[in-house]
């Protein structure tokens, strides 16, 4: 038994040949190297002195051990599960019948929140649209100008006047109350029927029971894990987002899976789900983009098709939003401060930790598009809105043009100091440490958000939340919790498994065009480099979609 034992050891860590294990202690040490980089930036902020090296040396090791044996592990399971049988047939629960019991497994958390959660951007939102209260406010400067607008596109529109109808019913039967439990049952419901659907589909067409297996372990997750219910009972513009994302997937899946004839098996529904994905959040037309440039490298009749519709979508997210639709309705468009809040911070980083750089004229060109004495008061090293909030609206194009001159020359010189501003911010999705955020209650709020209430005390709803914070940092389990888990290990995984690996290791493998779900999801990841803030919710959409594109590509197609 223990020789037996020994084999299945040396097996795993060193089977499939030299080539293989060279090939998977180098991807440990790069796996390695950019978590170490990640903790050291959000830790120590890329400050290095003899203590600090001594004990990034031995996290480089035990972290490098830790990727290579969940490579060696991983490839253990996949190469057994070519030896198993065609999977077997067994009892079959309805789809409607699954999403119910994936509805009920949510209910609890509502019944105990009820009726529903939220976060200050839905408060801005919805507010802001019912009482023209601006969900961004300007004016953060002492005597600078305000903006009065309907609404102010910082925050997309679309979810804007989602979130806005469901209470607008709500008022018109005497409760926003209702209305905003209203919103959170829809949600729930159309959560439950494409996410079962989804994993129901993949389960009726796994070729083994070890697919299967793992399809039954994603169900299970999505049902029982604590921060799905939470967000799916929360109105918040990324949870719409993030069902959209995994809906969107799984019509590239099927599609060049050669499952639909055509995306979403209707060129009109493509349509509608990329036009939903880039009006719901700002990043979603980017994804549109890149997914649609992908698709030019894979050989099908239809790519062009795909490219046509993405471009159609592009246009008016970029076009007619802008041009038509803002100045009808009188909604402001999102400040050029978005765009270059990463680029704000690292600027606000550089006068805190080195403003003897900086000569009278760089001052004053700085302090043409921030303030230049509240960026270095305001400045934070977990957030980009202090600094970005300093953005003046007067700053013409001329201004920020110098700026970004004045920019990229002090960036050349202090590469470093930039590298510690951004990555101290987006360092805990790629690296372990950061749980998984979750909102717990309504916030307070004048206006109409200041008519929707908690029903039950907030007492049982504190607790759970101080009990599921409690559970996520138990050890091995705060794994299941971890940010980086979803935003970046399993989408890198699946990428090397699914593309490296098989390419240098099996040349003459089939290709597996429905392998391009994986561009959505690292663009996704990309963009969380230059996020504002570590939160879950920038991560939200990899959170839902890395497990059921772990299900996708993961599993063998018997139609694929």
Known sequence: MKQEKS??????????GEKAVALDAAFSVIMSLITVFNKNAVDDHLFLDRFIVRRYIVLFFVYTAMFYAAVRIIEFLVSNEKSKATASSSVEISRLKQAVMMFLAWVP?????????????????VN?????????????????ETVNVFLNAHHPIVPTFIFSFFIGIGRFFGSATAGFLLYILCQMALGAILISGILDDLYNNAETNNGRYLIKAVRVFFMFMPFIPMYMICMLKNTMHSLLFILFIYSLYRYFAGMDSKPAKSWILFLLILLMLCVTLNTGVYVVLFTGIATLFIKDRNRYKIILVSMIS??????????VVYPALNVYPGGKQELYGTIFHQTARLVRDNEEEFTEEDKKIIDAVLDYEKIKENFSFEATDPVKDTFKLSASDRDISEYLKLWFRMGLRHPIVYLRATFSICGNFF???????????????????????????????????????????????RLLFSQVLYSFW??????????????????NGRKRPELIILVPLFVSVLFLVVSPMNYSRYALCLIFASPIILAMAGVKNKRS
């Open 431 to 477: 690296s372990p440490g950061a749980g998984i955020q979750v909102f717990g209650d309504i916030p307070m709020a004048a206006g109409v958000f200041g008519e929707i209430h908690h029903i039950l005390p907030r007492v049982l709803g504190d607790r759970l939340i101080s009990l599921y914070y409690k559970i996520s940092l138990l050890p091995v389990i």
């Open 128 to 144: 802001d649209f019912f009482d023209g209260v601006a969900p961004v406010p300007f004016g953060f400067i002492e005597g600078q």
């Open 109 to 125: 958390y509502l019944i105990i929140f009820l009726p529903g959660v939220a976060n200050y951007d839905t408060v801005n939102q």
């Open 314 to 323: 592009m246009v008016v997210w970029f076009v007619i939003f802008p041009k």
């Open 7 to 16: 084999l299945i050891l040396k097996r795993t860590l060193f089977g499939g």
């Open 490 to 507: 399993i989408p890198v995984y699946l990428f090397y498994y699914m593309v490296i690996r098989e390419k240098v290791l099996n040349k």
